[in-house]
């Protein structure tokens, strides 16, 4: 292999893998969730895929995948990224896709979703919409794995900014943004819906589903990262931590703590 791809393939892993220690340890809470629901041969749709962070990992598990994303350029970033692994074999198409208009997709076409990166945090009062159409394209037992912004775990984790914000905007408008998960309210850059689990879990039962696992991230790595980084540089160390990690986003008293809720749902089966 010529070096000029080899460092372009370095280069895209270290992206992928993000370019900070939370980063990484958000990858590797988000690549052990989708390695729990990924069969190889599953074909998989990939909503917001971006320029392919989770494409690969996909390619990994063995899922054949159709690449969409709300952007052209973000699909082209995503060509881009892949050109010349062997994950690239896994790709089945790349087209554009708006998470809320999944009508050109046909019934159980899938044996998986993914909208990782948060998309649904996008579809505000459309998101009942956009869930009830995923879940109209999976196979029978098929299933959503997804990603939103956490509200709580946001609140903790960006009480600083939060703090600031009180000084542009009324009390009550700050109450209402945490009270909806409503950015819109305060007008800021990154307009989103942040979600508190259980409201996850309404949006998804009244689309007819079902949740059957929940996942923070992150957790205890939220926390000193100069302590995450002496970590990481010892492997032994490191490991032990990520299993840690993994287990503790899980439990049920931290899976509002971090920044983003990780959730896998189905479509619940009508009794015969």
């Not at 009480?159 to 700050?174: H, I, P, R």
């Not at 009244?206 to 990262?225: F, H, T």
Request: glycine residues 10%; aromatic residues 8%.
């Amino acid at each position: 292999m010529c070096r000029g791809r080899s460092v372009r393939r370095a280069e895209c892993d270290r992206r992928r893998r993000g370019r900070d220690v939370r980063g990484r340890v958000a990858f590797e809470v988000h690549r052990r969730f989708l390695a729990c629901y990924i069969r190889p041969g599953h074909r998989v749709l990939e909503i917001g895929a971006g320029p392919g962070r989770f494409t690969f990992v996909l390619a990994e598990l063995g899922a054949i995948v159709d690449v969409t994303d709300f952007s052209p350029v973000q699909l082209d970033l995503n060509r881009v990224h892949l050109e010349g692994s062997e994950a690239e074999q896994n790709v089945a198409s790349r087209a554009t896709l708006d998470i809320c208009d999944t009508s050109r997709i046909d019934d159980a076409s899938f044996d998986a979703v993914v909208a990782y990166g948060g998309p649904l945090s996008y579809t505000f009062e459309d998101a009942p919409d956009a869930v009830a159409g995923l879940f109209r394209i999976l196979k029978p037992g098929g299933v959503l794995v997804a990603s939103v912004m956490g509200l709580l775990g946001s609140w903790r984790y960006f009480l600083g900014g939060v703090v600031e914000e009180t000084k542009l905007y009324s009390d009550d408008v700050n109450d209402l943004v945490f009270d909806t998960g409503d950015i819109r309210h305060v007008g800021a850059g990154h307009i989103c819906q942040m979600f508190r689990s259980t409201e996850i879990v309404d949006l998804v039962e009244s689309c007819g589903g079902e949740v059957l696992a929940m996942s923070a991230s992150n957790w205890a790595s939220l926390g000193d990262p100069e302590l995450l980084a002496e970590l990481e540089a010892d492997p032994h160390q490191w490991s032990r931590f990520l299993d840690k990690e993994v287990r503790s986003c899980a439990e049920p008293g931290a899976v509002d703590g971090g920044t983003h809720i990780l959730f896998a749902a189905r479509r619940r089966t009508l009794p015969s």
